[in-house]
T-cell receptor
């Protein structure tokens, strides 16, 4: 089955700096890679996703890159703000929203 | 659209009791997924259901756990004879019947076994 590794487990940045979270996956058939943000005690919320036919996708301060050959994908957050503080999960799936395999999460703290 | 509704939000059960978790998908969604999240860990897939069908239960423990999604009413995740290790947050997600689109998560049910 699929295995998703996520690094780092914790990340602290100064407000305004960039944050990068990296994930690797094992199943070459995976073609859908979403990123979720989860605030304490709340539901995971999709912030951006990318499919295997695209190498990069950007939405305002958030971008995701995908390297299918190396089987890794990354989340980039620029101009971080305190409200970006949360746990971020990467995930992989063979087909869109189907059975997602999640990484172990990154606790991002943005220091004011 | 009320979103994915889960209830109860918090559930306390004594060891050996049964836990029933409910999930009402978003309107128009007929696919439901259950995930379990242990404290400070990622979400682990448990089961994928469509109306009256279990599509994939590869993530479900073989004993004590069962799930259903009847023609009418919410999806139910049932845990019999709960043990302390079942304490976790259980999230339900739903997606439309067709199309390549994201799954939307509910607020989760936090099960505590005492």
């Amino acid at each position: 089955g699929e295995n998703v590794e996520q690094h780092p487990s914790t990340l602290s940045v100064q407000e305004g700096d960039s944050a990068v979270i990296k994930c690797t996956y094992s199943d070459s058939a995976s073609n859908y890679f979403p990123w979720y943000k989860q605030e304490l005690g709340k539901r995971p919320q999709l912030i951006i996703d990318i499919r295997s036919n695209v190498g990069e996708k950007k939405d305002q301060r958030i971008a995701v890159t995908l390297n299918k050959t190396a089987k890794h994908f990354s989340l980039h957050i620029t101009e971080t703000q305190p409200e970006d503080s949360a746990v971020y999960f990467c995930a992989a799936s063979r087909s869109s929203a189907r059975q997602l395999t999640f990484g172990s999460g990154t606790q991002l703290t943005v220091l004011p | 659209n009320a979103g994915v509704m889960q209830n109860p939000r918090h559930l306390v059960r004594r060891r050996g009791q049964e836990a029933r978790l409910r999930c009402s998908p978003m309107k128009g969604h007929s696919h439901v997924y259950w995930y379990r999240q242990l404290p400070e860990e990622g979400l682990k897939f448990m089961v994928y259901l469509q109306k009256e069908n279990i599509i994939d239960e590869s993530g479900m423990p073989k004993e004590r756990f069962s799930a259903e999604f009847p023609k009418e009413g919410p999806s139910i995740l049932r845990i019999q004879q709960v043990v302390r290790g079942d304490s976790a947050a259980y999230f339900c997600a739903s997606s439309p019947s067709s199309g390549d689109t994201e799954a939307f998560f509910g607020q989760g049910t936090r099960l505590t076994v005492v």
